[in-house]
């Protein structure tokens, strides 16, 4: 028995406790009110004795928890109300009041109660005032009608009268009615008398009271805004005078001012000098250097017929055409990772226009710089096409990307090097980048040593590539800008990884590097150039959110990640994988945009040894490629440890 009543204990306080977590998390659900409206929200309403009128109240917002509320009559002997239904008593003056039971919101009304109805005898438009203002406009007579011109794009609201008045006993029934008689000219608030929509043109508005029938209008003109002047611009920026090369297209476009009510714009062409008809071809603006000469381009606006303006801009066509363009190789075999320059030549060689664009036909295989710097990122084949500007003639390479042999780290230099006691973060401060915490760069006070690193076999007279480890100071190499950062090489990082970033820090993963480029307002996989504006804001997000510094000069690029000094070059960034390499490790870096000289199949097996730094300083001054090169900032970055946000 004394278990079954505990039990009977245990099963009543669940209950209790169940009953009071639901009466709590309800509580923690509810939507307060914030404010209640009437439909006659601060009105004064007319009735006459046993009249009734019905108050209708919106709880703000609509979802509140409780939308109860009360009313309440200041003056019970004139009008009584019950659940928002109004009841005239007798003669007098009342105001009933809406109040909400959470927050005591308050609205009212207020009520006019006269012993009979005096019937209407007429209505009268007397005033016209601007939307949301009280400054009036005047009519103006037209014999008997009463007429309003307003501009297209204003807004009016009409005041009526309704006759007779008011008697000390007796009231009359002042409700009207709005319509316009052509509401493709103007529309208007059926019980409001405000205009909510204008087009050029004229109609009449008119209120017919509710009672009666009676009416009055108004004749309204609604007048078309009509331009002042024009503007041609190109690129955004006004021009009177344009220089431009055959073939060359450019888009210039009219500015209408102020716009108007029927903005059209008619585009001509006006000959000055060279072979009439052959200097440019026009359409709609667009216009397309074709021979040497002058003209004028011009742009009118009509306004239908209502009144011209027009601007127009001299432009001057000159140089010589792009006749072709060919590539210095047309196939090429290229191993992940790799890259390799292509040069385009543009003929005739004293063309006017030798720039070029490049496009890769599968971006996933084979990628292309704006300078046609071609990198293997995928095995297949790809086509790469150089477009010139001037003319749209190409030229197409195609790129077969096969595996390439693996790489190895030997001979480690750097025992006692790196160590615990020697590596530390270079100052203590932390970024967080969504769920990422980053380190400062890391630094190693005792490295100061410089090796040799081979990639090509044939070319180092070795049996296979490899790389040898070194690290570094900055100051040395960059004439103390950026003093005291460390650069490593890949071997570096590989080899000491747990002592650079120790738990729970580790070495970033390409996957850390583009979530950080997509935390700053990237897309973690597009290439940008220097002259992007995308671009320039995420580096400007790198240096102020994540406090990347640019080390060395602003003409030499280096190993910063990112770095002001690439974007001054106009050098783009990209992910650079080493699907190759012993370790599964990716690099997020700014490269060189092109490397020269040397033998190609050196070039194309060496290259990526310096694509994973910032080329352009050093022994190799140009950014060329050696099969063997002291590592310098060619060959060395800085490091920086992420870990994971728990």
Same mark, same amino acid.
């Given at each position: 028995?004394?278990?079954?009543?505990?039990?009977?204990?245990?099963?009543?306080?669940?209950?209790?406790?169940?009953?009071?977590?639901?009466?709590?998390?309800?509580?923690?659900?509810?939507?307060?009110?914030?404010?209640?409206?009437?439909?006659?929200?601060?009105?004064?309403?007319?009735?006459?004795?046993?009249?009734?009128?019905?108050?209708?109240?919106?709880?703000?917002?609509?979802?509140?928890?409780?939308?109860?509320?009360?009313?309440?009559?200041?003056?019970?002997?004139?009008?009584?109300?019950?659940?928002?239904?109004?009841?005239?008593?007798?003669?007098?003056?009342?105001?009933?009041?809406?109040?909400?039971?959470?927050?005591?919101?308050?609205?009212?009304?207020?009520?006019?109660?006269?012993?009979?109805?005096?019937?209407?005898?007429?209505?009268?438009?007397?005033?016209?005032?601007?939307?949301?203002?009280?400054?009036?406009?005047?009519?103006?007579?037209?014999?008997?009608?009463?007429?309003?011109?307003?501009?297209?794009?204003?807004?009016?609201?009409?005041?009526?009268?309704?006759?007779?008045?008011?008697?000390?006993?007796?009231?009359?029934?002042?409700?009207?009615?709005?319509?316009?008689?052509?509401?493709?000219?103007?529309?208007?608030?059926?019980?409001?008398?405000?205009?909510?929509?204008?087009?050029?043109?004229?109609?009449?508005?008119?209120?017919?009271?509710?009672?009666?029938?009676?009416?009055?209008?108004?004749?309204?003109?609604?007048?078309?805004?009509?331009?002042?002047?024009?503007?041609?611009?190109?690129?955004?920026?006004?021009?009177?005078?344009?220089?431009?090369?055959?073939?060359?297209?450019?888009?210039?476009?009219?500015?209408?001012?102020?716009?108007?009510?029927?903005?059209?714009?008619?585009?001509?062409?006006?000959?000055?000098?060279?072979?009439?008809?052959?200097?440019?071809?026009?359409?709609?603006?667009?216009?397309?250097?074709?021979?040497?000469?002058?003209?004028?381009?011009?742009?009118?606006?009509?306004?239908?017929?209502?009144?011209?303006?027009?601007?127009?801009?001299?432009?001057?066509?000159?140089?010589?055409?792009?006749?072709?363009?060919?590539?210095?190789?047309?196939?090429?075999?290229?191993?992940?990772?790799?890259?390799?320059?292509?040069?385009?030549?543009?003929?005739?060689?004293?063309?006017?226009?030798?720039?070029?664009?490049?496009?890769?036909?599968?971006?996933?295989?084979?990628?292309?710089?704006?300078?046609?710097?071609?990198?293997?990122?995928?095995?297949?084949?790809?086509?790469?096409?150089?477009?010139?500007?001037?003319?749209?003639?190409?030229?197409?390479?195609?790129?077969?990307?096969?595996?390439?042999?693996?790489?190895?780290?030997?001979?480690?230099?750097?025992?006692?090097?790196?160590?615990?006691? !020697?590596?530390?973060?270079?100052?203590?401060?932390?970024?967080?980048?969504?769920?990422?915490?980053?380190?400062?760069?890391?630094?190693?006070?005792?490295?100061?040593?410089?090796?040799?690193?081979?990639?090509?076999?044939?070319?180092?007279?070795?049996?296979?590539?490899?790389?040898?480890?070194?690290?570094?100071?900055?100051?040395?190499?960059?004439?103390?800008?950026?003093?005291?950062?460390?650069?490593?090489?890949?071997?570096?990082?590989?080899?000491?990884?747990?002592?650079?970033?120790?738990?729970?820090?580790?070495?970033?993963?390409?996957?850390?590097?583009?979530?950080?480029?997509?935390?700053?307002?990237?897309?973690?996989?597009?290439?940008?150039?220097?002259?992007?504006?995308?671009?320039?804001?995420?580096?400007?997000?790198?240096?102020?959110?994540?406090?990347?510094?640019?080390?060395?000069?602003?003409?030499?690029?280096?190993?910063?990640?990112?770095?002001?000094?690439?974007?001054?070059?106009?050098?783009?960034?990209?992910?650079?994988?080493?699907?190759?390499?012993?370790?599964?490790?990716?690099?997020?870096?700014?490269?060189?945009?092109?490397?020269? !000289?040397?033998?190609?199949?050196?070039?194309?097996?060496?290259?990526?040894?310096?694509?994973?730094?910032?080329?352009?300083?050093?022994?190799?001054?140009?950014?060329?490629?050696?099969?063997?090169?002291?590592?310098?900032?060619?060959?060395?970055?800085?490091?920086?440890?992420?870990?994971?946000?728990?």
């Amino acid at each position: 028995m004394k278990t079954m009543k505990t039990n009977k204990i245990l099963v009543g306080l669940a209950t209790f406790l169940f009953a009071m977590a639901f009466v709590f998390s309800s509580c923690d659900r509810d939507t307060a009110v914030t404010g209640v409206e009437l439909d006659k929200s601060q009105q004064s309403v007319n009735l006459v004795i046993g009249e009734r009128d019905t108050l209708i109240a919106r709880v703000i917002p609509g979802d509140a928890t409780n939308r109860n509320v009360t009313w309440y009559s200041d003056n019970t002997a004139v009008v009584t109300v019950t659940d928002g239904i109004v009841y005239a008593v007798a003669v007098g003056n009342a105001r009933v009041t809406v109040t909400t039971q959470d927050g005591n919101y308050q609205d009212h009304v207020n009520f006019v109660v006269a012993d009979h109805r005096i019937p209407v005898d007429g209505v009268t438009i007397d005033s016209v005032t601007r939307t949301g203002t009280t400054e009036r406009i005047e009519f103006v007579m037209d014999e008997d009608i009463k007429t309003i011109s307003i501009l297209h794009g204003n807004f009016i609201t009409f005041h009526q009268t309704v006759s007779p008045e008011d008697t000390e006993d007796g009231t009359v029934a002042r409700g009207v009615t709005w319509t316009s008689r052509n509401p493709g000219y103007v529309e208007i608030g059926a019980t409001t008398g405000a205009v909510t929509f204008t087009a050029p043109g004229t109609t009449y508005v008119v209120v017919t009271t509710t009672e009666g029938g009676f009416q009055d209008s108004v004749r309204v003109t609604v007048e078309p805004i009509r331009v002042e002047n024009v503007e041609i611009q190109l690129g955004g920026n006004a021009v009177t005078e344009h220089e431009m090369r055959i073939h060359h297209v450019r888009t210039f476009t009219a500015i209408l001012n102020p716009v108007p009510s029927f903005p059209s714009v008619a585009w001509t062409i006006e000959h000055i000098s060279g072979t009439e008809g052959e200097v440019v071809t026009m359409e709609n603006g667009v216009v397309t250097g074709v021979g040497e000469g002058r003209v004028y381009l011009i742009a009118t606006a009509t306004e239908n017929g209502l009144g011209d303006r027009s601007a127009r801009v001299e432009i001057t066509v000159s140089g010589i055409a792009v006749s072709g363009v060919t590539l210095d190789e047309t196939e090429l075999q290229l191993t992940v990772p790799s890259t390799f320059p292509l040069v385009a030549t543009v003929a005739p060689a004293d063309a006017s226009d030798q720039t070029v664009e490049w496009v890769s036909s599968n971006p996933s295989i084979a990628t292309v710089t704006a300078n046609g710097v071609v990198g293997a990122v995928g095995l297949g084949t790809a086509t790469i096409t150089a477009r010139t500007t001037d003319g749209g003639f190409e030229a197409t390479a195609t790129v077969t990307v096969i595996e390439g042999p693996p790489a190895v780290c030997i001979e480690d230099h750097l025992d006692g090097l790196i160590t615990p006691e !020697t590596v530390r973060f270079l100052t203590p401060e932390l970024f967080v980048t969504g769920n990422l915490t980053w380190s400062d760069v890391v630094v190693a006070d005792a490295c100061d040593k410089t090796t040799y690193y081979a990639a090509n076999p044939a070319a180092a007279g070795i049996t296979q590539g490899y790389f040898m480890s070194d690290c570094r100071t900055a100051s040395p190499l960059h004439g103390g800008v950026g003093e005291g950062i460390s650069f490593f090489s890949w071997c570096a990082v590989m080899m000491h990884r747990e002592v650079l970033c120790p738990a729970p820090w580790r070495v970033p993963t390409r996957e850390d590097f583009q979530a950080l480029d997509r935390h700053f307002g990237g897309d973690g996989v597009t290439q940008r150039m220097g002259s992007d504006e995308v671009h320039a804001n995420l580096v400007q997000r790198f240096q102020t959110e994540w406090g990347a510094r640019r080390v060395g000069s602003i003409t030499s690029g280096t190993a910063a990640i990112p770095e002001e000094g690439v974007v001054a070059n106009g050098f783009g960034h990209r992910f650079f994988p080493f699907e190759t390499a012993p370790f599964p490790i990716h690099y997020w870096q700014f490269g060189p945009e092109r490397q020269t !000289t040397g033998n190609a199949a050196v070039q194309a097996n060496n290259r990526f040894v310096f694509e994973i730094v910032s080329g352009m300083a050093g022994p190799s001054a140009r950014g060329e490629v050696r099969p063997f090169v002291g590592t310098n900032a060619n060959s060395a970055l800085q490091l920086r440890c992420v870990r994971d946000n728990n």
